[in-house]
């Protein structure tokens, strides 16, 4: 099955931030109390360092009269932050930075009753890749020498993740198919507190994304070995692809913003006008680039025919790698 950045790029290709439908209602209707802003995931992780850095960029500028108020709740995989704005109590002033966890989740527990297509499409900020590290003291510099140590280990080799199920246990399960590896995977609350264990060597190696691993990386911490993109990264242009492996598998993490069920049009259109010059403003652009996200802008109709789409293909995916 192929989950690549062409497939997410199709979806928009005929939209931008700059031409997202803004109503005129937006500028009758303001945040009456601090805003709700829920972060599907840990402290520490891609989703955390995202959706603080957008709450400063709106802060710094004087986007809103409100504040937004981040609050991490990634339990269960994010079933917490989901349930949290399904049922909202106001759902014009709750929001959520989103992970791909917003489809596989509501997949893998169905009896949590999310629909996610309930909610309010607000903002597509960008696209994450994955990236297949190893701790500099592991001796291990290339994904050949990688894939030797997990055979000689024979079932002891030890990696990190956010979860069954989650973004980086796709990539791990589908990795570990390709090659027949065998891999203990121990779960985490997110992917900082993952990236953080590697630093230390609590685990062997870790697929994170390059927000997250970036710190050690620059510390000469970490090492890159694989990339899970459509084609070789700016930031590790000596990194290969798996597809330049032979196996046509790339993937990569959203990371947008969501409203509640039943927000108003007028909030609406006021938090995407607000997220829109977030988007546009020089501070998110050099951010897309330092932290090797890539664009993925969309309006309304777009997301939402985005996030039926990707319902399926993670439906799908789930179920060849048996998540």
Same mark, same amino acid.
């Given at each position: 099955?192929?989950?690549?950045?062409?497939?997410f790029l199709?979806?928009?290709?005929c939209?931008?931030?700059?031409?997202?439908?803004?109503?005129?209602?937006?500028?009758?209707w303001?945040?009456?109390?601090?805003?709700?802003?829920?972060?599907?995931?840990?402290?520490?992780?891609?989703?955390?360092?995202?959706?603080?850095f957008?709450?400063?960029?709106?802060?710094?500028?004087?986007?809103?009269?409100?504040p937004l108020?981040p609050t991490?709740?990634?339990?269960g995989s994010?079933?917490?932050?989901?349930?949290?704005?399904n049922?909202?109590?106001?759902?014009?002033h709750?929001?959520m930075?989103?992970?791909?966890?917003?489809?596989?989740?509501?997949?893998?527990q169905?009896g949590?009753?999310?629909?996610v297509?309930?909610f309010?499409?607000?903002a597509m900020?960008?696209v994450?890749?994955?990236?297949?590290? /190893?701790? *500099? +003291?592991s001796?291990?510099?290339?994904f050949?020498g990688?894939?030797?140590?997990?055979? &000689?280990?024979d !079932?002891? @080799?030890?990696?990190?993740?956010t979860g069954?199920?989650?973004?980086?246990?796709?990539?791990?399960?589908y990795?570990?198919?390709?090659?027949?590896l065998?891999?203990?995977?121990?779960?985490?609350?997110?992917?900082?507190? /993952?990236? *953080? +264990?590697?630093?230390?060597?609590q685990?062997?190696?870790?697929?994170?994304?390059?927000? &997250?691993?970036? !710190?050690? @990386?620059?510390?000469?911490?970490?090492?890159?070995?694989?990339?899970?993109?459509?084609?070789?990264?700016?930031?590790?242009?000596?990194?290969?692809t798996?597809?330049?492996?032979?196996?046509?598998f790339s993937?990569?993490?959203?990371?947008?913003?969501?409203?509640?069920?039943?927000?108003?049009?007028?909030?609406?259109?006021?938090?995407?006008?607000?997220?829109?010059?977030?988007?546009?403003?020089?501070?998110?652009q050099?951010?897309?680039?330092s932290e090797?996200?890539?664009?993925?802008?969309?309006?309304?109709?777009e997301?939402?025919a985005?996030?039926a789409?990707?319902?399926?293909?993670?439906?799908?995916?789930?179920s060849?790698i048996g998540?």
């Amino acid at each position: 099955m192929k989950m690549t950045k062409r497939l997410f790029l199709g979806l928009a290709a005929c939209g931008t931030i700059a031409t997202l439908p803004v109503s005129a209602l937006a500028q009758d209707w303001q945040p009456t109390r601090p805003i709700d802003f829920t972060i599907m995931a840990g402290a520490g992780g891609g989703g955390d360092q995202i959706a603080r850095f957008v709450q400063s960029v709106v802060e710094a500028n004087d986007l809103t009269n409100r504040p937004l108020v981040p609050t991490n709740r990634g339990g269960g995989s994010g079933a917490e932050a989901l349930l949290h704005l399904n049922g909202a109590r106001d759902a014009d002033h709750t929001l959520m930075v989103t992970l791909n966890s917003f489809y596989t989740t509501p997949i893998r527990q169905e009896g949590l009753g999310i629909d996610v297509e309930t909610f309010t499409p607000i903002a597509m900020m960008g696209v994450d890749p994955f990236v297949l590290w /190893v701790h *500099k +003291d592991s001796g291990i510099t290339d994904f050949d020498g990688y894939l030797a140590k997990v055979r &000689e280990m024979d !079932g002891e @080799y030890v990696m990190g993740g956010t979860g069954a199920g989650q973004e980086d246990s796709i990539v791990i399960a589908y990795m570990s198919g390709v090659y027949d590896l065998d891999i203990k995977y121990i779960p985490y609350d997110g992917g900082g507190a /993952v990236a *953080k +264990d590697l630093a230390g060597q609590q685990i062997m190696a870790t697929v994170n994304n390059p927000a &997250e691993a970036k !710190g050690f @990386y620059e510390a000469g911490d970490f090492v890159p070995l694989l990339a899970f993109s459509d084609e070789r990264m700016d930031a590790y242009p000596d990194v290969p692809t798996i597809k330049e492996m032979g196996h046509d598998f790339s993937y990569y993490n959203q990371r947008a913003i969501v409203g509640a069920p039943g927000m108003s049009d007028e909030a609406a259109a006021y938090y995407r006008d607000i997220f829109g010059k977030v988007y546009e403003g020089e501070e998110w652009q050099s951010y897309l680039v330092s932290e090797s996200l890539s664009p993925l802008p969309m309006n309304e109709a777009e997301t939402r025919a985005y996030w039926a789409t990707q319902v399926e293909n993670h439906r799908k995916l789930l179920s060849e790698i048996g998540g």
